[in-house]
């Protein structure tokens, strides 16, 4: 019996350590008297050390209210006259067992008496912020519910759940382009593959007029910081308005080509420079090639990066397949050439070639057989300079294509006839067959423009009368496909314009970018 009222004695003082109301049995020996101190002083230090605690959490919450009306942080003084009667409360909030919104693993106790810290008085005209902290009747994350957004203070920032955190996106704007521009994801005018630009409206009920040349600068665009490898307009007619540049500076750019020339995306998806770039037939998507050794293909819409694929080797061209596009071969500063599929980001062919790097790649009508260009320059590099090859079979079809000891930095296929254009760094681009034995054409030879070692492009208008060409020297040049005159000189840049981006709707519209950095348009 005295063991058992010993212990009864101190579950009482610790329910409650502060009644006076049932006093201590005498007739208790020494043990028991010592269990009851013992108990009672842990219980104060326990309330001590959480009296601090929930001073120390509240001045996170309401960073305003003067604390110093409640004391040090080693316990409320008793004389406090604010918070007097709340030690006199054994079943106030500090006697209640009390979890954080933070805390894991715990289950949280509601708040059964409120009423007492609601009795609160106010000080200096600031409601009590243990009332606020501790007494609301929900958890902080509930502050976000319209029906008890009255109940939050203004001076506590209510909890905000993690998937709604998340959902929030926080826009970068570039400060050169304020309005436009968000650097990989979307602008404040979204849905850019929604819009259709007016200036295209009026072409897209009727068949493409005659190809013609452009002669007058409508406007400069301005943003790359390095200069570009290529500009290309969107095979879609109702967003052909889109203009797709790829820059040394490691970004890749969309463009409003049509009538504002506003930034309408900024790409950063790569770490090395882009050195290629083109838009998958859909116009939905973006293939991008390397130096970081990677290609990535990119939802223009969002910015989100859909593949991404490592080649282990600088890559310097792609070419998606004609029939199936989520297949895409990827050549570079390796004798291999890989082709990935972007649904499984896996390689699915290697094609393997004594050469030293390939400058571009070239399917050619169907996607049966493709074109690879080497940089091999030797004695004998007449075998090695372009090379046919078979998709599926991975094996040489024919390397006696070209018998000149020319590197070719970039291949253009006709979009009508079975012939193909390769430019070459002998100042000149060559005519091919695209059928098999591939024969040079020698009697059409376009000349009149510089290479020099750059790596300039060349491009077929969409009914295939005109080839257009960079130059070394800045310029454009327009030609006769069928009789290798030179029809027109565009005095582009003044830096070396390395491609010419025929419009494939707008007659007269083309698109040009140099080795400085600067994107003009032309109609």
Not at 368 to 395: E, G, H, N, P
Not at 450 to 471: H, N, R, W
Request: with cysteine; net charge neutral; aromatic share 8%.
């Amino acid at each position: 019996m005295r063991e058992c009222h010993g212990k009864m004695s101190s579950l009482v003082a610790y329910e409650d350590s502060e009644s006076e109301d049932e006093p201590l049995d005498p007739t208790e020996d020494g043990a028991s008297t010592s269990v009851q101190t013992g108990s009672f002083k842990q219980n104060q230090e326990i309330k001590l050390r959480f009296n601090s605690q929930v001073t120390q959490r509240a001045q996170l919450f309401t960073p305003d209210y003067d604390w110093t009306l409640l004391g040090n942080h080693e316990g409320i003084p008793e004389k406090s006259p604010s918070l007097a009667h709340v030690q006199s409360q054994p079943q106030s909030c500090f006697d209640q067992e009390i979890n954080y919104c933070g805390s894991r693993g715990a289950k949280h106790k509601p708040f059964e008496d409120t009423a007492t810290c609601q009795s609160l008085p106010a000080t200096q005209g600031n409601s009590c912020p243990l009332q606020t902290f501790f007494h609301t009747p929900q958890r902080f994350g509930d502050g976000m519910n319209p029906k008890r957004q009255n109940n939050v203070p203004s001076g506590v920032r209510p909890y905000i759940p993690k998937r709604q955190r998340l959902s929030t996106t926080v826009e970068t704007v570039d400060p050169k382009y304020p309005a436009e521009q968000v650097p990989g994801s979307q602008t404040k005018e979204s849905q850019i593959l929604l819009d259709v630009s007016e200036r295209v409206k009026p072409y897209l009920a009727h068949k493409p007029d005659t190809a013609g040349i452009p002669r007058r600068l409508l406007m400069r665009l301005e943003g790359h910081q390095g200069p570009v490898n290529t500009v290309q307009w969107c095979p879609m007619p109702h967003l052909s308005h889109l203009l797709l540049s790829a820059s040394m500076d490691k970004t890749f750019k969309v463009w409003d080509g049509a009538e504002s020339g506003r930034c309408l995306r900024d790409y950063t998806c790569h770490l090395g420079a882009v050195r290629d770039a083109c838009w998958t037939p859909c116009g939905r998507h973006l293939l991008t090639g390397s130096f970081d050794n990677t290609t990535v293909v990119t939802d223009v819409e969002t910015g989100q990066r859909i593949a991404k694929l490592d080649n282990q080797f600088k890559v310097m061209c792609v070419a998606l397949h004609p029939s199936n596009p989520d297949v895409f071969l990827c050549g570079g500063h390796s004798s291999v050439v890989k082709a990935w599929d972007s649904r499984s980001c896996k390689m699915v062919k290697t094609y393997k070639a004594g050469i030293q790097q390939t400058l571009d790649i070239l399917f050619l009508r169907g996607g049966i057989d493709f074109i690879t260009s080497s940089d091999c320059v030797s004695r004998d590099s007449a075998d090695r300079t372009l090379i046919a090859w078979d998709f599926q079979t991975t094996a040489k079809v024919s390397n006696q294509i070209y018998h000149e000891r020319y590197t070719c930095p970039s291949l253009a296929l006709h979009p009508l006839e079975e012939s193909f254009v390769a430019q070459t760094n002998g100042n000149y681009m060559a005519a091919f067959s695209s059928q098999r034995p591939y024969r040079m054409n020698k009697r059409r030879r376009y000349e009149g423009h510089k290479v020099e070692g750059y790596a300039v492009q060349c491009e077929f208008s969409q009914d295939g009368t005109i080839l257009a060409s960079g130059s070394a020297t800045g310029s454009g040049h327009f030609y006769d496909y069928h009789n290798a005159r030179m029809l027109h000189t565009l005095r582009a840049h003044s830096q070396p314009c390395l491609c010419v981006s025929q419009h494939p709707v707008l007659p007269a519209t083309a698109a040009t970018c140099d080795w400085a950095g600067e994107i003009k348009i032309w109609h």
